[in-house]
């Protein structure tokens, strides 16, 4: 202010104009500048961040501990190493949200004998080593469940709890008590029921409890009390024929109870092979997404057919929470052995067992006895699961 007649300067009212201006110049840059996303935990930027609209839910078959598989996996302190077999898929475990696995043979530990086929009880490192794959929602329930008994499988189970990743076990269980829950998880705000029920056993239950044998009146009361409590509903089904590519009478009647009772995904195995996939209609409205038989995972299995199968895949949209078209990325379990070796059927001699996607799997398998191509499997398993509803063929690159 000039103090000789308390009234603004010209210079100093030159000053308040360009103080104004670049006031509102600045408030103008505040309002419509784009919204920065940032990293969770850091300070002095804007909260704003993009969420993602879906979630990935990734489904495998049956992982069997074979005698040779067992043989590779020992070292040389009495430990078992089975995730070096498994590595080739951590990538595409890395990318999914709900990961299926099938310990399709029990695993107690070494205090009941390792033992392969056909009586079987393998090392707790199986376990360990599915679930540091990423495997977190696991079927413990099929025909090899009581192949030790139900000692076996109260030390199998009392393993997976001590893995604190896996959100859910389901189908064989330690009392009566437990056979009647029905297991339930959330991921990114989506609410999962997991279910499981075996439609044989190689011998005869000592219990009624420790494997859950398919019974349409529990599977009707559990699926239709899951269908009001969660927004997804998975089954996981021991059926079908083995080494059969054809769905049997009874996984097709089966399968469409199911759906009617408010399953909105079957994931099925037991044959040993890919069956088709089918999308049935609820007697409520909507969809169900049967996969037949998904095939097997890590195995040491001879036929081609067995040795190739699927990471079976979907993602699930966030608001409507409903399951998008079913995907294959299909995976190639491989090991060598001589063709002499072979021709004696010196199942022991195999070794080098390796899990790779199938799109990369042209060296090892011109290294091994099945006398096919890559190019060969794909068509196979692409003709078969497309039989009732497309599936999207996936490659490592597209997944």
């Known amino acids: 202010m000039n103090p000789n ?3 603004p300067s010209k210079h100093h009212k030159k000053i308040i104009f360009i103080t104004l201006a670049l006031v509102v110049v600045a408030a103008g840059w505040l309002v419509w500048r784009p919204s920065k996303t940032v990293a969770p935990g850091k300070t002095g930027a804007s909260t704003h961040t993009t969420q993602p609209q879906r979630l990935r839910l990734i489904a495998t078959g049956d992982t069997i501990a074979h005698d040779a598989i067992n043989q590779e996996a020992k070292q040389s302190d009495g430990s078992y190493n089975y995730y070096p077999m498994m590595v080739n898929m951590k990538p595409f475990f890395d990318k999914a949200d709900v990961r299926f696995c099938n310990q399709a043979v029990p ?3 070494t205090q ?9 009880n393998s090392p707790l490192e199986v376990a360990n080593d599915l679930a540091k794959l990423g495997c977190n929602v696991v079927n413990t329930g099929t ?3 009581f192949d030790k008994g139900q000692a076996v499988i109260n030390a199998e189970l009392n393993n997976w709890d001590t893995l604190t990743s896996v959100k859910a076990v389901a189908g064989a269980n330690r009392s009566t008590a437990e056979q009647q829950v029905i297991r339930y998880f959330t991921v990114k705000g989506v609410k999962f029921a997991f279910l499981s029920y075996s439609t044989y056993s190689n011998s005869t239950p000592p219990n009624s409890y420790g494997l859950n044998m398919y019974n349409a009146d529990t599977a009707k009361a559990q699926i239709t009390t899951a269908r009001t409590n969660a927004d997804i509903v998975i089954v996981s089904m021991r059926w079908g024929t083995e080494y059969s590519s054809d769905v049997n009478p009874q996984q097709l009647a089966i399968s469409q109870n199911l759906a009617d009772w408010g399953a909105d995904l079957v994931l099925g195995h037991g044959p040993h092979v890919i069956q088709p996939v089918k999308q049935l209609a609820k007697a409520s409205g909507g969809t169900t997404t049967v996969w037949y038989s998904i095939g097997n995972f890590l195995n040491a299995q001879e036929p081609i057919e067995s040795l ?3 990471i079976v895949t979907t993602d699930i949209d966030l608001q409507s929470k409903k399951l998008e078209n079913p995907q294959c990325l299909p995976i190639y379990m491989h090991y060598e052995w001589t063709a002499t070796d072979k021709a004696k059927d010196n199942l022991l001699a195999r070794h080098g067992f390796a899990l790779y996607p199938l799109d990369q799997a042209a060296a090892p398998l011109s290294q091994s006895q099945n006398n096919t191509t890559v190019g060969a499997q794909t068509d196979r398993l692409k003709k078969i699961l497309n039989t009732f509803t497309p599936v ?6 597209t997944y």
Not at 112 to 120: A, C, D, E, N, R
């Open 392 to 397: 999207t063929m996936l490659t490592s690159k």
């Open 143 to 145: 025909n090899h469940t």
């Open 107 to 109: 695993g107690g530990g």
């Open 112 to 120: 009941f004998g390792i033992s392969g086929y056909p009586v079987f």
């Open 5 to 7: 007649t308390d009234k």
């Open 308 to 310: 190739t199968g699927c």
